[in-house]
């Protein structure tokens, strides 16, 4: 099994490289997207988020309200690490199903967003940076999310520097172009890690 740690900053086309990549056959595993699924109505995840911090975090239809519970947990470290507490083993547990699901020789990529921030990278055989310039991402978010470029930019500079996401990376899949270029160099990159695959 071929770990590859699959990260970029907001805005550089990570979800289009991921969508790629499945397509091609790698088994992907989003953490994001497990940490949504852990917490919808009827499961022990949401239970324990509204045991810990009460029925206003939830919407009326009884799905969790991540906005308010964003707006609890963003500015108080202990309510955050209280929220983490619940959601990360889930997350873990989770992820290492999926995981023991794949085939022996399956490519498994982590979709993993906060990857350099949280210096993941030594727990992959293979780190992938999807990688565009500031401008290019600004664009984007505003094109693709109607974000207004101020808090565009904002969401850029809480994440980690281009610089810093590079200095991890074993392969960069530069994403400045079209999604030709993008589909023509996801296939060099496959071939790329079906060879490492092959050497086990």
Partial sequence: MLKIGLTGGIGSGKSEVSRRLAARGAVVIDA???????????TPGLARVVAAFGDEVLRADGSLDRERLGSIVFSDPERLAALNAIVHPLVGERVAELQGQAADDAIVVYDVPLLAENKLAPMYDVVIVVDASDETRVARLAEHR???????????????????????????????????????????????????????
């Fill in 146 to 200: 109607g974000m207004a470029e101020s808090d565009a930019r904002a969401r850029i500079a809480a994440q980690a520097t281009r610089e810093e996401r590079l200095a991890v990376a074993h392969i960069v899949i530069d994403n400045e172009g079209a999604l030709d270029a993008l589909e023509a160099r996801v296939d060099e990159v496959w071939d790329d890690l079906l060879r490492r695959a092959a050497r086990g």
């Fill in 32 to 42: 994001d997207k497990i940490a949504r699924e852990v917490v919808e109505p009827g």
